[in-house]
């Protein structure tokens, strides 16, 4: 009769564990699957800032040779951010450095005589392209995918079930900022 108790209790014992680490790795596979929902915002207001980057260029393409250093920067800029694909962080800093080498271009258009004296791309020059350019770099630093994946970091290092959940496959979520 031992031997039937004690393997009822092993198996029951082994059925508890099962059913924690189910639905610690079900849980936080649905937690982690709301964060990466929040991700098509984010690419949505990073093609906005593409857009605005490629602006910029074709008031720079009309003012400037394409060889000219500052528009050559914003090129490359925008070619790494185009192939930052799958990692977050490469993305981010592609897109620091559009945004650092955005600014420096348009104030140096600004300086041309060219641009001053063309009053359409001075408007561009002076007001738009730099108020799109600030306006989608605030709203891609406070994307909700970032809120969303710092928040899902802190509960899954924080809890057993999260502990269980990592040992299981479950990564915390990548954030989208420089490293």
């Known amino acids: 009769m031992k031997l039937k108790t004690g393997t009822a209790f092993v198996i029951m014992i082994v059925l508890i564990i099962g059913s924690v680490l189910f639905g610690a790795y079900k849980g936080w596979s649905e ?10 915002g984010l690419e949505s207001m990073l ?17 400037v040779p394409e060889t000219d250093e500052a528009y050559q920067r914003v090129s490359i800029d925008l070619g790494q951010l185009d192939n930052a694909y799958s990692d977050l962080g490469r993305k981010a800093e592609a897109n620091d450095a559009l945004g650092r080498d955005a600014a420096a271009l348009l ?32 709203m891609t ?4 995918y970032n809120q969303a994946a710092a928040e899902f970091n802190g509960r899954i290092n924080r809890t057993f079930s999260g502990f269980l959940a990592k040992l299981m496959g479950i990564k915390p979520a990548e954030v989208f900022n420089a490293q």
């Open 107 to 138: 104030k140096a258009l600004a300086e041309l005589d060219t641009v001053k004296n063309d009053s359409r791309d001075k408007m561009y020059v002076d007001n738009y392209l730099p108020q799109m350019l600030s306006e989608s770099e605030q």
């Open 31 to 40: 937690e982690k699957a709301h964060v990466d929902a929040t991700y098509a």
């Open 141 to 144: 630093v406070g994307a909700t």
């Open 47 to 63: 093609q906005t800032r593409v857009e605005t980057a490629y602006n910029i260029l074709a008031v720079a393409k009309r003012h």
